[in-house]
Antibody, heavy 122, light 109 residues
Framework: QLQLQQSGPGLVKPSETLSLTCTVS??????????WAWIRQPPGKGLEWIGN???????SYHTSLRSRVTISADTLKNQFFLRLSSVTAADTAVYFC??????????????WGQGTLVTVSS | SSELTQDPAVSVALGQTVRITCQGD??????ASWYQQKPGQAPILVLY???KRPSGVPDRFSGSNSGDTASLTISGAQAEDEANYFC????????????FGGGTKLTVL
């Protein structure tokens, strides 16, 4: 069964860069059917899609975060990464990685990482 | 703010049927997917495409669509169904691709 394991610091200082890693096991991020996504959830609030990456390196990002976010991948290590620059307290959230099926009539996120609470504070 | 609108909270008596709705223009052209999230846990996909359930999701969960509204129906709600439920759809009109509803907190009485 596919598993996504997240890693990265839980505390980031304001104006610095948030960096998280998602390691995929029992499956390949080079699959031609799936994208790999990052999603976040501020405390007590709903889910917000950040962006995703295809194994070719093609990326898509949420409009509001596009200027600060970079999603990349290492297919040899079966990992993908999130970098969010110039963070503020508003970026405090639980960050999830997920596998994304982007169909023509329906899309869905079928496997999720465990989540990482990232707090932005000095 | 989300362009997918959900009622913030819904309650249902144990064993009864409840419908959770998600409304948005993108749903006229795209099927919603639905996620169950319990406190402190990652979301779990419970419905996708027109009305498909991942392996392991009970058949009391079903979905439907009408115009700009998608619905998740739980027939015979169980105590373990108490959770937050989020819908998801694709919206290209505002420049980003994926969006989620604000979530519905389901209480099983």
């Amino acid at each position: 069964q596919l598993q996504l394991q997240q890693s990265g610091p839980g505390l980031v200082k304001p104006s610095e860069t948030l960096s998280l890693t998602c390691t995929v096991s029992d499956g390949s991020i080079s699959s031609s059917y799936y994208y790999w996504a990052w999603i976040r959830q501020p405390p007590g609030k709903g889910l917000e899609w950040i962006g995703n990456i295809y194994y070719t390196g093609a990326t898509s990002y949420h409009t509001s975060l596009r200027s600060r976010v970079t999603i990349s991948a290492d297919t040899l290590k079966n990992q993908f990464f999130l970098r969010l620059s110039s963070v503020t307290a508003a970026d405090t959230a639980v960050y999830f990685c997920a596998r994304h099926f982007p169909g023509y009539t329906s899309s869905y996120f079928d496997y999720w990482g465990q989540g990482t609470l990232v707090t932005v504070s000095s | 703010s989300s362009e997918l609108t959900q009622d913030p909270a819904v309650s249902v008596a144990l064993g009864q049927t409840v419908r959770i709705t998600c409304q948005g223009d993108s749903l006229r052209n795209f099927y919603a997917s639905w996620y169950q999230q319990k406190p402190g846990q990652a979301p779990i996909l419970v419905l996708y495409d027109k009305n498909k359930r991942p392996s392991g999701v009970p058949d009391r969960f079903s979905g439907s669509n009408s115009g700009d509204t998608a619905s998740l129906t739980i027939s015979g709600a169980q105590a373990e169904d108490e959770a937050n439920y989020f819908c998801n759809s694709r919206d290209s009109s505002r420049g980003h691709l994926e969006e989620f509803g604000g979530g519905t907190k389901l209480t099983v009485l």
